[in-house]
T-cell receptor, first 109, second 114 residues
Framework: QQPVQSPQAVILREGEDAVINCSSS?????VHWYRQKHGEAPVFLMI?????EQKGHEKISASFNEKKQQSSLYLTASQLSYSGTYFC??????????FGTGTRLTIIP | DADVTQTPRNRITKTGKRIMLECSQT?????MYWYRQDPGLGLRLIYY???????NKGEISDGYSVSRQAQAKFSLSLESAIPNQTALYFC?????????????FGEGSRLTVL
């Protein structure tokens, strides 16, 4: 069961904020977030374990709502370098990741 | 040099041909994965392995086979390639133990089946 990501695409001006959501129909053990730039491999951003923990990575942070089986990625004061496709990956406790279909983020000057 | 290396990076082949994509890693990780990426579909898991003697099917294993020749090497084979196997293929590794840790991806192998 692939997690559902929303929105599918978003365009922002530099300095604006964005939220990307990831929801699952199954109970989650953990959620991963990755960013993939065009023509490159996905790169790890962070892992959130069940417990509602919020993590941060520079101006990128995320939350995990275990009850709702949802995670959100927050990008604050976006920079041009944040452009790319963001994927959430869900772990149902079976030690493999199931990825969402991605959210394409475009930052314009 | 990259920690996770995939070969070939690009390959064009014809329907019915046998193709092997190779992945090797220098990170000393036990867990290795093969994913397929298609536009709009994200990354889908083909096969994964937790050690040399352990091979598991992922979501879309039909038409594919794998071989874990050593801890550091994990190969993906298409026995008889078909056009809808045209895609970008990624190998990934992680240090195993309990929940899935950070995945380290190779640079990808772009396969075109004519």
């Amino acid at each position: 069961q692939q997690p559902v990501q929303s929105p599918q695409a978003v365009i922002l001006r530099e300095g604006e904020d964005a939220v990307i959501n990831c929801s699952s129909s199954k109970a989650l053990y953990s959620v991963h977030w990755y960013r993939q730039k065009h023509g490159e491999a996905p790169v790890f951003l962070m892992i959130l374990l069940k417990g509602g923990e919020q993590k941060g990575h520079e101006k990128i942070s995320a939350s995990f709502n275990e009850k709702k089986q949802q995670s959100s990625l927050y990008l604050t004061a976006s920079q041009l370098s944040y452009s790319g496709t963001y994927f959430c990956g869900t772990d149902f406790g079976n030690e493999k990741l199931t990825f969402g279909t991605g959210t394409r983020l475009t930052i314009i000057p | 040099d990259a920690d996770v290396t995939q070969t070939p990076r690009n390959r064009i082949t014809k329907t019915g041909k046998r193709i092997m994509l190779e992945c090797s890693q220098t990170k000393g990780h036990d867990r290795m994965y093969w994913y397929r990426q298609d536009p709009g579909l994200g990354l889908r898991l083909i096969y994964y392995s937790f050690d040399v003697k352990d091979i598991n099917k992922g979501e879309i294993s039909d038409g594919y086979s794998v071989s874990r020749q050593a801890q550091a090497k994990f190969s993906l084979s298409l026995e008889s390639a078909i056009p809808n196997q045209t895609a970008l293929y990624f190998c990934a590794t992680t240090l195993g133990s309990g929940n899935t840790g950070e995945l380290f991806f190779g640079e990808g192998s772009r396969l075109t089946v004519l």
